[in-house]
């Protein structure tokens, strides 16, 4: 110090008058300023020349939870980077459960569907990593906050890869997922969560042979879907929305949910399920609706499916002494603009179902809302039997049925679940009330 302040004194001699110049104090104050300024400098340049590599040698990408990319970037980076070994990790467990009325898979050996252990999802927890992605370095960054308003929990992921091409590199392994969930036999179900939805995981396919009624029910409803579909240009030569309703109605545990889904497997779709006594107001329900084609990008054809709309009274009919529920924050006017006013929707299929008919407002199941309805009804004596016959794989003889007998079919779903043989399936039958 006391060599710099000497060297300091030389220079500014040359320039100051003698009685400054000599001041040890000002030419302290001078040098520490000068140091300073320099050090600050120096930082500025520091961060200038940082902020230019990252731009040339880095790309960045940000993505958000509310869309897809996260989800399959995630199942990427699970698949390739062996993250259930890191220690900051995220769990999810997908439960595939079963549906009602449906005929089960036939599980062979080695199928990955019987490793529970498959279900569970892992994914970078909250904060800094580095990883490999495609053979690129990779910093990942995620972030978690929550909305005020919703109390929505909202993911951010910032990435930057060192290279160029960065943007290819990471829009490859999103769509190599993309491409490995086409070509597996599995269908996308997503369910609403205040204005959007959950990626609630990726379904086995139904064949629609699975679902076993006493009608052709669902032939039917594939018979008309398919007519809708081939009639897309005669919908939009005379500029109506291209859009198709559907009401489901019958007793509970008959199928109906099951159906649906077995429906958008036929159109290789993925399905969006509505629960509106869950949903916290009109608006949010029109964005719902809306994010729903914005998810599938007008792609494909969009199944919505508004699940038991006879759970909250104002689809119920209009009667003078309906007493309101001031729980409920979606109207009756709401549900209706959805359907086909202000958030009308093209290329869009919306399954309704519910267990009471006869209760629905009638504006709400009128044609252009919903088009067509069908009785999904308990099961009849030959239904039974085919259910039971394909389930157990084998011929299956009437007189084992009781006279008289319709069940549903979860019920004769859980019964054949718990019998090992036709014989136990026959026997539990018959303790069933015959109506």
């Known amino acids: 110090m006391e060599t710099l302040l000497s060297d300091l004194s030389i220079l500014f001699e040359q320039f100051l008058p003698k009685n400054i110049s000599q001041n040890s104090i000002f030419i302290g104050f001078l040098g520490a300023a000068l140091v300073g300024s320099a050090g600050f400098y120096g930082q500025m340049a520091l961060r200038a020349a940082y902020s230019f590599l990252r731009r040339t040698m880095f790309d960045q990408l940000t993505i958000h939870s509310d869309t897809d990319a996260l989800y399959y970037l995630d199942r990427y980076i699970q698949d390739n980077n062996n993250i259930h070994k890191r220690r900051n990790v995220m769990v999810t467990y997908s ?254 299929v919306i399954i309704m179902t519910t267990n009471r008919k006869e209760i629905l407002d009638p504006a709400l199941i009128r044609p252009g809302r919903a088009d067509k309805h069908f009785l999904i009804d308990v099961l009849d004596k030959a239904a039974i039997i085919e259910y039971v016959s394909k389930f157990f794989r084998e011929e299956v003889s009437p007189r084992g049925v009781p006279k008289g007998l319709s069940i549903c079919g979860s019920e004769l779903q859980n019964i054949c679940m718990e019998s090992a043989t036709t014989k136990e399936v026959f026997k539990a039958l018959k303790a069933v009330p015959s109506n």
């Not at 897309?232 to 007793?251: F, N, S």
């Not at 104002?314 to 309101?324: G, I, L, P, S």
């Open 95 to 348: 439960n595939k459960g079963r549906d009602e009325g449906c005929v089960p898979y036939e599980v062979t050996e080695g199928d990955s569907n019987t490793d529970k252990t498959n279900n569970i999802h892992y994914s970078l927890g909250a904060g800094i990593h580095f990883l490999i992605i495609k053979g690129r370095l990779c910093y990942y960054e995620r972030s978690v906050t929550q909305e005020k308003m919703t109390g929505k929990k909202i993911e951010e992921v910032t990435l930057r890869i060192f290279g160029t091409n960065g943007k290819e590199v990471i829009g490859e392994a999103i769509q190599e997922m993309v491409d490995k969930d086409q070509s597996d036999d599995t269908i996308s179900i997503y369910a609403s969560e205040s204005y959007d939805y959950n990626h609630m995981g990726d379904y086995p396919r139904r064949d629609i042979s699975s679902i076993i009624l006493s009608d052709d029910t669902p032939q039917d409803l594939v018979k008309d879907i398919d007519i809708f579909i081939d009639r897309k240009e005669w919908y939009q030569e005379r500029g109506i929305t291209y859009k198709r309703g559907y009401l489901l109605y019958g007793p509970p545990g008959t199928g109906k949910s099951s159906l649906a889904k077995a429906i958008t497997c036929k159109y290789s779709s993925s399905l969006f399920c509505v629960n509106l006594a869950s949903v916290p107001g009109d608006d949010a329900l029109a964005h719902t609706i809306h994010n729903a084609k914005r998810r599938t990008r007008g792609k494909e054809l969009t199944f919505i499916l508004l699940e038991d709309v006879d759970c909250i009274s104002v689809t119920n009919h209009r009667d003078a002494d309906k007493k309101e529920n001031l729980d409920e924050r979606v109207t009756l006017n709401g549900v209706l603009n959805v359907l086909d006013g202000v958030a009308s929707l093209e290329n869009t």
